[in-house]
Structure formats: structure tokens, C-alpha cells
């Protein structure tokens, strides 16, 4: 069985590395019940393998060897599936699951014990100069397959829809859902009709809105005809 037992003789550096693998370990084992031990996730999860990548990475674009990051963050995209820009800034904590399609951009940063799903993107909108990429907070949930485009913040302990496309700021303790995305879900209150966010089921706004206004047509047509009726037309 695979064991983190600690050497004997280690120095502070091999201290602080040890714990923080140790650390990113147990994250994933809590969050994914389908992690039978700490050996699976080290040596198979492709998602932990990417953020180990990035941040030797971003160690060498921080320190102005971006030719050898980006060298590092494209091997591991090849192996891995996920995209990682050597620039980007991540916490500790970060589980990425599954993880194929993946993509974090340059100035995006992702605070602690985030989760992301497979096919996310936090990517830029092509209209922004500088800092073009979003901020998660602390413990975000980012479900399959959705997109948080631009350089704006989301709020800690926030949720984020699968399929869900993100392009304004969310309010910490929020849940956004839909195309482009609405909070449905603040500080634990509805703030429209939804169910808990299980990444499947929960009210589309859109279909909402379209609903509202198919509503609203068949009451003016029921008017219109009653006035004509009653005008004798």
C-alpha cells in the first residue's frame, strides 16, 4: 500500500514540499469518492499531474524563463489534456476531475480548494488588455463543460452550472446557471425558481424568460380578440 511515511532526516525545504503534496493528496481524496488510496491519485489522475506541472512552470515564468515554462506546460497538456498557461496563478487545493479539455489562462487565478470539471475554460473575451482572464475565490465549484470569460471576479464558495456560460462578476456564497449565466442562488436563498445545484438538474433562465414572454404574447392575442368582439368588428 502506498505510504507518505516520513524519512527520518529531512531538511525544511523537504519538509515543506512533503506536507504540500501530502496536502494536495488528502484534498482529493475528500472531494472524489471514487479515489481508492493516495497511490491512484499520485500516480493516475491526470488532473493532479497538471497542476504539479504548472507549478514548476510557473516557477520558471515567474523567475523569466518563459521559453522553458511554456515548454513544460505544453508537455503536459500533451500528456495530460488539460491546458494550464505557465502564467496562471492557483492556490493550494486545486482539484481539476477528469480534467480532458480543460483550459486556464494566462491571467487567470484560482484561490484555495477549488474544483474544476472536464471542458472548463477560464479564458478571455478578446476585448480586454492586461489582465484578460477570470478570479475564482476560495472554494469554487466549476461544473463540466463551463465557460468563465473575462477578467472579473468570482466570489468565494460560489457554483458554477455545468454548461454555464460566465461573463459578469459572482457574489460570493452565489449560484449561476444558463446561457450567459444568472444567479439563481444567493447565500442560500432562491433567488429564482431552481433545485440545488447538482449539475443536472436546475431551471434554464433563458426557457424561463421564453416561457414569460410566450405567457404574455397569448394574454395580449386573448385582449385583442375580446376587444374586437366586443367592437363589434
Given at each position: 500500500?502506498?505510504?507518505?511515511?516520513?524519512?527520518?532526516?529531512?531538511?525544511?525545504?523537504?519538509?515543506?514540499?512533503?506536507?504540500?503534496?501530502?496536502?494536495?493528496?488528502?484534498?482529493?481524496?475528500?472531494?472524489?469518492?471514487?479515489?481508492?488510496?493516495?497511490a491512484e491519485v499520485y500516480f493516475?489522475?491526470?488532473?493532479?499531474r497538471a497542476v504539479r506541472d504548472h507549478r514548476v512552470a510557473n516557477w520558471f515564468f515567474r523567475h523569466n524563463m518563459k521559453l522553458?515554462?511554456?515548454?513544460?506546460?505544453?508537455?503536459?497538456?500533451?500528456?495530460?489534456?488539460?491546458?494550464?498557461?505557465?502564467?496562471?496563478?492557483?492556490?493550494?487545493g486545486l482539484f481539476i476531475d477528469h480534467g480532458m479539455g480543460v483550459v486556464i489562462g494566462e491571467t487567470a487565478e484560482i484561490?484555495?480548494?477549488?474544483?474544476?470539471?472536464?471542458?472548463?475554460?477560464?479564458g478571455g473575451t478578446g476585448k480586454d488588455q492586461g489582465k484578460r482572464h477570470p478570479t475564482l475565490g476560495n472554494n469554487v465549484l466549476v461544473g463540466?463543460?463551463?465557460?468563465?470569460?473575462g477578467p472579473f471576479r468570482?466570489?468565494?464558495?460560489?457554483?458554477?452550472?455545468?454548461?454555464?456560460v460566465?461573463?459578469?462578476?459572482?457574489?460570493d456564497n452565489a449560484t449561476a446557471v444558463g446561457v450567459p449565466a444568472k444567479i439563481v442562488r444567493l447565500n442560500g436563498e432562491k433567488v429564482s425558481p431552481c433545485?440545488?445545484?447538482?449539475?443536472?438538474?436546475?431551471?434554464?433562465?433563458v426557457e424561463e424568460r421564453l416561457t414569460d414572454l410566450d405567457r404574455r404574447l397569448t394574454g395580449l392575442k386573448e385582449a385583442f380578440e375580446g376587444y374586437e368582439n366586443g367592437a363589434g368588428i
Open positions: 500500500m502506498f505510504s507518505l511515511a516520513l524519512p527520518k532526516h529531512r531538511n525544511k525545504w523537504g519538509d515543506l514540499l512533503f506536507d504540500e503534496l501530502k496536502s494536495e493528496l488528502d484534498s482529493i481524496m475528500a472531494r472524489d469518492p471514487a479515489a481508492r488510496s493516495r493516475l489522475y491526470s488532473g493532479f522553458i515554462a511554456r515548454w513544460i506546460s505544453q508537455r503536459s497538456r500533451h500528456r495530460t489534456g488539460i491546458e494550464i498557461h505557465p502564467g496562471a496563478t492557483i492556490g493550494k484561490g484555495d480548494n477549488c474544483t474544476i470539471y472536464q471542458g472548463v475554460t477560464l463540466s463543460g463551463a465557460k468563465v470569460l468570482v466570489g468565494d464558495n460560489a457554483r458554477i452550472a455545468a454548461g454555464a460566465v461573463l459578469t462578476e459572482v457574489p433545485t440545488d445545484l447538482d449539475q443536472i438538474h436546475y431551471t434554464d433562465p
